[in-house]
């Protein structure tokens, strides 16, 4: 899932910086007032253990494997600020020092990875979790399926972000000048991938640490960010504990989503420039040979043996609401644009909004 | 040190790509896999930094100036609408590589062949799915998604190697005195230099504790055990990392650590420097001109 | 007067592990000491309790007259001032180098100080030399041996010229060229009228490096005298865990020795290397010796 350059035009990726900056500088504030000293050689340290997992391949069921990205149980261990700077660290690590993803698309990498991913795993593991307790095996549950959602709502993204790439950016003749694939492709293709192996993947390493760390250490789990097992009393961090448990991380954020969704919206405004008119892309081609073979490439999963049934209903969800008798504005690529990013980005919002509302409430009443 | 990371895998890592899919079983279990990746990566570093002590013209260049020269570079290759303009980068690439006297096999063993596979074979489709007239009649490639596919590969390519080029001849601690006087935070520089620092010390752990868990198998073992090991590893690793950052913590505030990260610059900027960020400057600026 | 440490009934619980149980010392300005123990009595502990890295549960602990309170290190000009005179190498290096480079690590405990990047510079230069680092000044940590690291180390604490160094098993890991290489460097001139209270469990090095030894079980102090008085008590270095027991079965009684040699032989014959013919030699405190390097003994266990 890391993007590397050249798949996203620069202006998507002057987007995306601008959309992770408002999270990076919140992330930085609060971590270093909540972990004061402590904030430098905990992120540090963190990010490595989340470069290093990387590099585990984990032997998955049917005989294959994958690697883990790590972020939901580094926002479980640490709560999703820090996870957000940790994450956000080691993917600039990485595409720097080991070429794991793009410069110019670090941006857009970090708000899959470093930002929606944790905070998407952390709501939902605490969504799921409720108020079971800490050595339940609810809780090794409510990770496995929270590191699953999570990846996948982080793909999704991704799919999002190469999906509006052929509307947007494309040569005077239509020939597109990036990620070449419309959301009818990308989406599901990146969705594939990570529904499976890398969404199994990081099931396991989440629910079998969160199970490994109640036999070893269950405080992790119930003061996260305290992130030291050694400083004997002195600075117990339980105050950050109690800052994330009660739910201010996504409080604090809902904010920055709506600012999220805002520039989701604003953002074709720079681009009214371009324009012409966009090829069609039809569902036929998707289910065609060739169509797999991107899905393939894309997720680096096997091809299906079988075309997928359910895709081109998929595909029909961007393009269905958009009949052909409809005006011809409504067929114009910011249109489109926006559309897709509202649809594709304003359903994550609303959705993990919802939930951790839900799941604020249901700490109350517990 | 990191002599305990088990030799490297014939494989390249996988420069600027990503292997988050399956990888398929192959002879030597699990945990064999997992320390062919942990060596591949001090591998790489070990290489990169041999690489950045030879003489060579962008390693006589100020740090800062090759993190925005090749920022700069990196960018025109994302920005330009003409495959000409891509090709032409791709062979200043190759002649910067050249000039700092890293073979061009390096390259290709690290980032062409790594990229070429990953974005190659995502841009396969593009030359049937892309629509357009076709090339060649009763061929289904089309014109079109030949020219995307192009741009899709001519990018990741142009801009991994621009990528590499300066870790390649920029030991570490002068890639963030760089960023550091380009004005990044400077607890940001601080993090990410002890992030460097502690990654190799993880993998030594990792390799060490996989290395131990191996030592004590007798055969193979079914997946569901297997998988029970190495997911024990990376919780071992896990801890071991937290105490480890309540250590540093602690071995930071014993020398006055209050929490205020100080660093001490130490660069001068001559007039060649100058001279190659103004080069590298002018690319993008000359694209984006072209184009509006 | 001129006592530097005032430690008095000093407990420090941690979850529910007690590291120090009521443990009662004085450590007088430029004593060099040797604090003797098994892993887990307590040693570690003490050291940072002593550098204020955390401070005491129960009792009262006194440094330079000035109390060791969580409250009174709150006050930066307090602590400052106080960081400044004591200094401790940790027993993990890879725990003290955090730095990308030699330099760097050498530069932080003064940048910390406050001082001026020309006076930084010119100290680290000095330091560097002085520790003979000259040639691994640009070098990243992790491609330093153990014994370089271990050097480094002791340099970056030592830059700052703190009147206290404090030593947690600084032979840890070494192999013995390293090690008698560090204890030559204990006994410089450089660090001459320091304090310096060692941590160890490898006896054949204190009595070249220290005037007094202080034998600690399970959080308490149970003797304190002249090395060589201590370390010929063969019953109480029995009872401390520093020992070898070794049965002999031709006698059929019970023999506790320890190894001193190479550096200290005329002071402890007795205790003959080659004695009972087993193959130890050289590493001394094998055994004891956990390769994991992020134990500490008494925290968190």
Known sequence: MHIPDGYLSPQTCAVTYAAALPFWYVASRRVSALMQTRAVPLIAVVSAFCFVVMMFNLPLPGGTSGHAVGMTIAAIVLGPWPAVAAISIALLVQAVFFGDGGLTAYGANCLNMGIVGPFAGWALYHLFAGSSGVASRRRVVAAALAGYLSINVAALCAGVEFGVQPMLFHAADGTPLYAPYPLSVAVPAMLIGHLTFAGLAEAVITGGLVAYLQRADPTLLTSP????????????????GKDTAAGAGWRGTRRLWAGVG????????GLLAAGTAWGEWRAADFASRAGRDAMAAASGAA?????????????????????????AFLHSEIFGYILSAMVGGGLIVLVFAGLSALAARRRIDA | M??????????????????????????????????RGLGAVAEHARSAEQMASRRGLLQGLDPRIKVAGLGALVLSATLTHRLEILGALFVLACALALASRIPLWRLARQVWIGVGLFSGALALPALFLVPGAPLVAGLPVSGPGLVS???????????????????LTTPWPHVLKALRSLRVPVALVAILGMTHRYIFLLLESAAEMVEARRARLLGPLPPKAERRLVVGAVGALLLRSLDLAGEVHLAMVARGYRGEVRLIDEFRIRPRDWLALACALAVPVAILWGQA | MTDVYDLEALRFTYRDTTALDGLTLGIRAGERVALLGPNGSGKSTLLRLM???????????????????????????????????????????DVQLFNPTVFDEIAFGPLQMGWTAEETRARVEEALAAHDLGPLRDRPPHRLSGGEKKRVALASVLVTGPEVLLLDEPTAALDPANRDALVHRLGSPELAGKTIVTATHELDIVPAIADRAVVMVAGKVIADGRPADLLADHDLLRRAGLTHVHRHTHDGREHAHHHVHALDP????????????????????????????????????
């Not at chain 1, 299906?304 to 958009?322: D, H, K, V």
């Not at chain 2, 990371?5 to 896999?33: M, N």
């Not at chain 3, 402890?268 to 094998?286: E, S």
Request: charged share 15%; glycine share 16%.
């Open chain 3, 51 to 93: 550098c204020a890295l955390s401070f005491a549960t129960g009792g009262t602990a006194r440094a330079f007259g000035a109390p060791l309170t969580e409250a009174q290190f709150a006050d930066p000009a307090r602590n400052h001032a106080f960081r400044r005179r004591v200094g401790l190498v940790f027993q993990s290096p």
């Open chain 2, 149 to 167: 596919a192009a741009f899709l590969l001519g990018r990741a390519e142009t801009a991994a190697s621009f990528a590499v080029l300066l870790v």
């Open chain 3, 266 to 301: 005329g002071a402890h014959g007795h205790g003959a290397r080659g004695h009972g013919g087993h193959g130890h030699g050289a590493n001394v405190g094998h055994g004891e010796h956990q390769p994991d390097r992020f134990n500490h003994d008494g925290h968190g266990k």
């Open chain 1, 262 to 269: 805002a520039l989701m919206v604003l953002s074709p405004l």
């Open chain 2, 2 to 35: 990191s002599d305990t990371v088990p030799s490297p895998s014939p494989a390249p890592a996988g420069y600027g790509a990503c292997d988050c899919g399956p990888t398929g079983r192959r002879k030597g279990g699990a945990l064999d896999r997992v320390l």
């Open chain 1, 225 to 240: 960010g305290r992130g030291s097992r050694t400083e004997a009393g002195t600075e117990a961090g339980t105050e950050f």
């Open chain 1, 303 to 327: 091809p299906p043996q079988a075309p997928p049934a359910g895709l081109a209903r998929l595909s029909e969800i961007w393009t269905a609401p958009m009949p052909d008798y409809a005006p």
